[in-house]
Nanobody, 124 residues
Framework: QVQLVESGGGLVQPGGSLRLPCAAL????????IGWFRQAPGKEREFVAA????????YYADSVKGRFTISRDNAKKTVYLQMNSLNSEDTAVYYC?????????????????WGQGTQVTVSS
């Protein structure tokens, strides 16, 4: 079993930056790809970014491409989501999740472990 814990959320002004860590407690990530998703009030959970087990492959939603960067440090059992140039549409609860396969990493299906989420609010 993989237990994931997100942190780093908070209130940030438009144009600002945040970095969200996703840490695996206890065991490692278990050779799993990691994805970040977000859910705004009244909306469905949506894909943000994903990174393969070794970190050689990444994939981003069009809405965050060029602004967000996903990375991982398996020795520290942590995946990071660096978010720059934030705007109000990025306001949401952000979740990290783990899956065994890289194929269709953008799909919420196949993610079998989820964190509890961290709130990101972009507002002046």
């Amino acid at each position: 079993q993989v237990q994931l814990v997100e942190s780093g959320g908070g209130l940030v002004q438009p144009g600002g930056s945040l970095r969200l860590p996703c840490a695996a407690l206890g065991r490692t990530f278990g050779n799993r790809a990691i994805g970040w998703f977000r859910q705004a009030p009244g909306k469905e959970r949506e894909f943000v970014a994903a990174i393969s087990w070794g970190g050689s492959s990444t994939y981003y939603a069009d809405s965050v491409k060029g602004r967000f960067t996903i990375s991982r440090d398996n020795a520290k059992k942590t995946v990071y989501l660096q978010m720059n140039s934030l705007n109000s549409e990025d306001t949401a609860v952000y979740y990290c999740a783990a899956r065994l396969t890289w194929s269709r990493a953008w799909s919420i299906d196949g993610y079998d472990y989820w964190g509890q989420g961290t709130q990101v609010t972009v507002s002046s």
